[in-house]
């Protein structure tokens, strides 16, 4: 089955500075990998998300790479604010079929 | 995207009682719902995968007879623990998508078993 693997588990930021995630994945059938930021307590938020077909998304801040041939991702958040705070998990999948998550990386802002 | 909503939010029961937590899909019709178990600071684990009007298929490990899972409508889906112990004791959180790729998680519930 599929594993994917995250990097690092914690990482402090200056706020204004940026902040990359990176995760690798084993399985070369997958094709939908999605981002998901998870605050304290609660359910996680879907904020960012790449398809196979594609090699790099950007939604205002933030911004995802995709490379195939080396079967990993990563989350780029630049202009960090405090409210960025919280663990981000990446994920992948076989189109709408079960998600496998990365471990989690905590995100910690530094005003 | 999608709107999901769980209840209860949170519950406390006592050990060998069951718990009902249900997952609802507030703005589509979700054929397919996935229910996770989340403990302090780990990652998240897919229990089971639930149809509507089929049953569900579980994950490796996971008892089908004590975590029951109903997915009796397109927007309803149910997980009961039966029998809870302590280390049940764990943040549930379900997810859905519409057929497509995105899956859209519920605020998730908090089960303390004491």
């Known amino acids: 089955g599929e594993n994917v693997e995250q990097h690092p588990s914690t990482l402090s930021v200056q706020e204004g500075d940026s902040a990359v995630i990176k995760c690798t994945y084993s399985?070369?059938?997958?094709?939908?990998f999605p981002w998901y930021k998870q605050e304290l307590g609660k359910g996680p938020q879907l904020i960012i998300d790449?398809?196979?077909?594609?090699g790099e998304k950007k939604d205002q801040r933030i911004a995802v790479t995709l490379n195939k041939t080396a079967k990993h991702f990563s989350l780029h958040i630049t202009e960090t604010q405090p409210e960025d705070s919280a663990v981000y998990f990446c994920?992948?999948?076989?189109?709408?079929?079960?998600?496998?998550f990365g471990t989690g990386t905590r995100l910690t802002i530094i005003p | 995207g999608a709107v999901v909503s769980q209840h209860p939010s949170w519950v406390i029961c006592k050990s060998g009682t069951s718990v009902k937590i249900e997952c609802r899909s507030l703005?589509?019709?979700?054929?397919?719902m996935f229910w996770y178990r989340q403990f302090p600071k780990q990652s998240l684990m897919l229990m089971a995968t639930?149809?509507?009007?089929?049953?569900?298929?579980?994950e490796q490990g996971v008892e089908k007879d004590k975590f029951l899972i109903n997915h009796a409508s397109l927007t309803l889906s149910t997980l009961t623990v039966t029998s809870a112990h302590p280390e049940d004791s764990s943040f549930y959180i379900c997810?859905?998508?519409?057929?497509?790729?995105?899956?859209?998680f519920g605020p998730g519930t908090r089960l303390t078993v004491t």
């Open positions: 790449i398809r196979s077909n594609v």
């Open positions: 639930s149809n509507e009007g089929s049953k569900a298929t579980y």
């Open positions: 994920a992948a999948s076989v189109g709408n079929e079960k998600l496998t």
């Open positions: 703005d589509f019709q979700a054929t397919t």
């Open positions: 399985d070369s059938a997958s094709n939908y």
């Open positions: 997810s859905t998508n519409s057929g497509r790729d995105e899956q859209y």
